[in-house]
């Protein structure tokens, strides 16, 4: 089984950075995707960044110029740079994976247990 887990999350003040990091438990055999999504109280969960094997990013129109996201292939692991935070940034942050975990089976999606970022004013 494949677990994913995130560090990094905590309370800034408005204007300051914090670095998400992802780690996958144990060594995969494909990663089609890694990325991070959010959750604020009473919203639903949305994508913030993504990062495919081909190193393709998307990033949510709130964070881009801001936020960066980056992989460590050789360690399965994904970051999350965030600069420039605001009050609305704050939520509940996922990683989540697309990743086949062996040789010859199917692509299957994996979330982390979240991290809370909390961006004071």
């Known amino acids: 089984q494949v677990q994913l887990v995130e560090s990094g999350g905590g309370l800034v003040q408005a204007g300051g950075s914090l670095r998400l990091s992802c780690a996958a438990s144990?060594?995969?055999?494909?990663?089609?995707?890694m990325g991070w999504y959010r959750q604020a109280p009473g919203k639903q969960r949305e994508l913030v960044a993504a990062?495919?094997?081909?190193?393709?990013?998307n990033y949510a129109d709130s964070v881009k110029g801001r936020f960066t996201i980056s992989r460590d292939n050789a360690k399965n692991m994904v970051y999350l740079q965030m600069n420039s935070l605001k009050p609305e940034d704050t939520a509940v942050y996922y990683c989540?994976?697309?990743?086949?975990?062996?040789?010859?089976?199917?692509?299957?999606?994996?979330w982390g247990q979240g991290t809370q970022v909390t961006v004071s004013s």
């Open positions: 989540h994976a697309d990743l086949v975990p062996y040789s010859g089976d199917r692509p299957y999606d994996y």
């Open positions: 144990r060594s995969i055999f494909s990663i089609y995707a």
């Open positions: 990062l495919t094997s081909g190193s393709r990013t």
